[in-house]
């Protein structure tokens, strides 16, 4: 949880009756000290210690507790700290002085609990969201077990079936990880190779699919939008690129460049079927593009294969070497022909 959340939080949910009473308390009694520091050498600021501790009530613990906290600083302020002391409102004005630091007051404490309802309603939204999300997510798990349970019946009792069966059912279990980092995601950092390697894992039939790069740390707005765009060029190679030919491959490597950190990562296909540009721009095509997390996007449709070319910044690089990747069949658990981890292996 970063601080951020840990303040919205404090926001959106109201605190026990304990706490709450404890906090306004400790709201007269700060501002009432420090005026009491103060007073010997300032004059004419009765209320102004009590403006900031009004605003952090009617933040934190709601107007009620607030409201409480301006009457008890309107009159321990006027008691205290106006000559004669120890008399309320003496004069025309410090009744006027009162009064306006009661209007003052009670504009801080609707716009703290305007703020307040805000971000209570926010963050309902977004736990409404996530919960919609874990539900979509565990649906779509759903749906692929029973597609992968309705391979098996179909093929079943079918022994030359046997070896790609087997092969389909393992990619079925890959996708089904795969789509895990696919939803919106919490994370505070992601690295390559890893994130490229579970957004591919799934396509890469035949060890058809190279990854060579230094390994490195990505900010994590860039996690989401980099694995969506690696799902779309592999999805579109496997129905028109190189990996809808047996022959096809593709070489994923990526830099870091020194000076500005910024990561330049380039899909390349080659040896599949001759590409051309597409006519139309689809959904799947928007994903291939700039944006928050991704500063450049170029996607070329070469006569030998499509070359995209992705930039991101703010990339740290790890203290290692430089980490060749390479699934191969002899690298593959002989029960799941999809491989639980790319083998990586020194440059």
Known sequence: MTRLDF??????????????????????????????????????????????????????????????????????????????????????????????????????????????????????TRRHEEHLNRELQHRVKNTLAVVQGLVTQTFRGTPEAKEPLGKLQGRLRALADAHEILRDGEWESCCLPDLAVRALEPFNGGGAISLVGPECALPEETCVPLVLALHELATNAVKYGSLSRDEGTVELNWEVASQDDSLLLTWKERSGPPVTQPSRIGLGSKLLRPGRGLAAVEVRYDPDGVTAQIIANGVQTRSSPSLRSQASPAAMHTTDPVPAAYKLQPS
């Open 7 to 124: 303040i919205n939080r404090r926001l959106a949910e109201p605190p026990s009756p304990l706490v709450a009473c404890t906090c306004t308390f400790l709201c007269v009694a700060a501002p009432t000290g420090l005026r009491a520091l103060a007073d010997p050498v300032v004059t004419g600021t009765t209320y102004g210690t009590y403006y900031p501790f009004v605003l952090l009530a009617s933040l934190f613990l709601g107007w009620r507790f607030a409201t409480a906290v301006t009457i008890a600083a309107v009159v321990i302020g006027d008691v205290l700290f106006v000559q004669p002391k120890l008399t309320l409102f003496p004069t025309a004005g410090e009744r006027f002085s009162g009064i306006l630091f009661l209007v003052s007051s009670a504009l801080i404490i609707i716009a703290g609990n305007t703020l307040r309802r805000c971000v209570a309603e926010l963050h309902e």
